[in-house]
């Protein structure tokens, strides 16, 4: 069975740094990319970024590429998405998903969801 | 990039109601398009990809065609847990944008 659990919620002040993960398994996790998806509270969600395990391969959206980084640990099946100085405005829900093996880039699967609270 | 829009943003209908929401691309994206639906608490639910082929486990009521730029979600006979918010994503290329959605509300 393909799951995908993610780490905990979180609760940090400005200016902190984060890492939240992704921990893959029932697949070949490395053969498979891995996406972030951002919901910020009441709104709808938002595509962050991908990697490939693999060779870690990554492509990051346009307006948050500079504001988090994309990682994997190809050999403990774990992506990760990292902050070095966290705003406010960071504040969300935060969803891994698989992209499926069809040509279509679908998120098949989906993490549990991470919640991160920025606040001072 | 490329834009995706929804329509309507919100719809009231009633169990056993037809329903069609539309999504647009600013561009043509071929049939690189997907439909999630998402429940207040949880994580979206792949529905639809590739337009119009329907994932594993997901009811027949929930069909999708389209291809270019203008797509639809049909939910033939709606039934009380299709109540939720329904997102399209285009996977032509990168970023790999949703649209805003749509929140489907009993009436």
């Known amino acids: 069975e393909v799951q995908l659990v993610q780490s905990g919620a979180e609760i940090k002040k400005p200016g902190e740094a984060l890492k939240i993960s992704c921990k893959g398994s029932g697949y070949s996790f490395t053969n498979y990319w891995i996406g972030w998806v951002r919901q910020m509270p009441g709104k709808g969600l938002e595509w962050m970024g991908i990697i490939y395990p693999h060779d870690s391969d990554t492509r990051y959206s346009p307006s948050l590429e500079g504001q988090v980084t994309i990682s994997a640990g190809k050999t403990i099946n774990t992506a990760y998405l990292q902050w070095t100085s966290l705003k406010a405005s960071d504040t969300a829900m935060y969803y891994c998903?698989?992209?499926?093996?069809?040509?279509?880039?679908?998120?098949?699967?989906w993490g549990q969801g991470t919640l991160v609270t920025v606040s001072s | 990039d490329i834009q995706v829009t929804q329509s309507p943003s919100s719809l009231s209908a009633s169990a056993g109601d037809r329903v069609t929401i539309t999504c647009r691309a600013s561009q043509s994206i071929s049939n690189y398009l997907n439909w999630y639906q998402q429940k207040p608490g949880k994580a979206p639910n792949l529905l639809i990809y590739?337009?119009?082929s329907l994932q594993s486990g997901v009811p027949l009521r929930f069909s999708g065609s389209g291809s270019g730029t203008d797509f639809t979600l049909t939910i033939s006979s709606l039934q009380p847990e299709d109540f939720a918010t329904y997102y399209c994503q285009q996977t032509y290329s990168t970023p790999q944008t949703f649209g805003p959605g749509t929140k489907l509300e009993i009436k």
């Open positions: 590739a337009a119009s």
């Open positions: 998903a698989r992209l499926g093996g069809s040509s279509w880039y679908e998120l098949d699967y």
